[in-house]
């Protein structure tokens, strides 16, 4: 991955485990607990694909398995976001744009869905049942939505910051005869018009206006 993803993904998913840690898991809910890893996971991987979606999953669960109080074998959680990470990558738009709210939040409740029941599958595989004395529908249930519910506070504003850090202006600058380019796109965003055609339009202007004087000449002439 490229610096600039690798720093604000590093960023971004420390503070999503702090505040996972000491605000979220002390909120004492009914049965999950919100998971800001995965919401955080989610928003990169829709903006930079699987590739980079799967590592970003895998290093957030394993800063969430090796983060205090753990009480599970550490990598289990980061099988479980490498996953969930490289399934909603498959999901990125071509454009990176994504124009309706629909498949976003639909992503959200069958990752929130799917992470539980990966979880509590690698756990019985390793003798966890933890997830039968708590009842895994129960978890399901409130899992889907308490991600839901807060999904639309944290996966834009990620996606946001992920496109930021992507569209680099030292990037644009360092590119030689797009420097040009770059600038025509600033004034057409701007004004709405092209240099170029700006250009083009006066030539063509002078040149009806020259071909309008010979015709008024030769009119004379014919005269």
């Known amino acids: 991955m490229r610096?600039?993803?690798?720093?604000?993904?590093t960023t971004l998913l420390i503070v999503?485990?702090?505040?996972?840690?000491?605000?979220?898991?002390r909120l004492q809910l009914?049965?999950?607990?919100?998971?800001?890893?995965?919401?955080?996971?989610?928003?990169?991987a829709f903006v930079y694909g699987n590739t980079s979606g799967a590592l970003i999953g895998f290093g957030a669960g394993?800063?969430?398995?090796?983060?205090?109080p753990a009480d599970h074998a550490a990598g289990r959680y980061a099988l479980v976001l490498c996953v969930i990470g490289y399934l909603a990558g498959l999901a990125k738009p071509e454009n990176g744009q994504i124009k309706s709210a629909t498949a976003p939040m639909v992503?959200?409740?069958?990752?929130?869905?799917?992470?539980?029941?990966?979880?509590?599958?690698v756990g019985a595989l390793v003798g966890d049942t933890a997830a039968r004395h708590?009842?895994?529908?129960?978890?399901?249930?409130?899992?889907?939505?308490?991600?839901?519910?807060?999904?639309?506070?944290?996966?834009?504003?990620?996606?946001?910051?992920?496109?930021?850090?992507?569209?680099d202006p030292l990037a644009d600058s360092q590119s030689g005869n797009n420097g040009a380019d770059v600038a025509s796109g600033w004034l057409a965003s701007g004004?709405?018009?092209?240099?170029?055609?700006?250009?083009?339009?006066?030539?063509?202007?002078?040149?009806?206006?020259?071909?309008?004087?010979?015709?008024?000449?030769?009119?004379?002439?014919r005269l």
Do not use: C, H
């Open 62 to 68: 394993l800063l969430a398995d090796l983060a205090p």
């Open 30 to 44: 009914p049965g999950a607990v919100p998971d800001l890893m995965l919401l955080t996971v989610l928003g990169l």
């Open 134 to 167: 708590v009842g895994i529908v129960n978890l399901l249930f409130t899992s889907a939505l308490y991600d839901l519910l807060l999904a639309p506070f944290v996966v834009p504003v990620i996606m946001w910051l992920a496109r930021r850090a992507e569209n």
């Open 3 to 9: 610096f600039n993803r690798m720093l604000l993904s």
């Open 107 to 121: 992503a959200v409740v069958a990752a929130a869905i799917g992470s539980t029941l990966l979880y509590a599958g």
């Open 16 to 25: 999503a485990l702090v505040v996972q840690v000491t605000v979220l898991a």
């Open 191 to 221: 004004t709405g018009l092209r240099v170029g055609s700006q250009r083009g339009g006066l030539k063509v202007k002078a040149a009806r206006s020259r071909a309008a004087r010979a015709g008024r000449i030769k009119g004379v002439k």
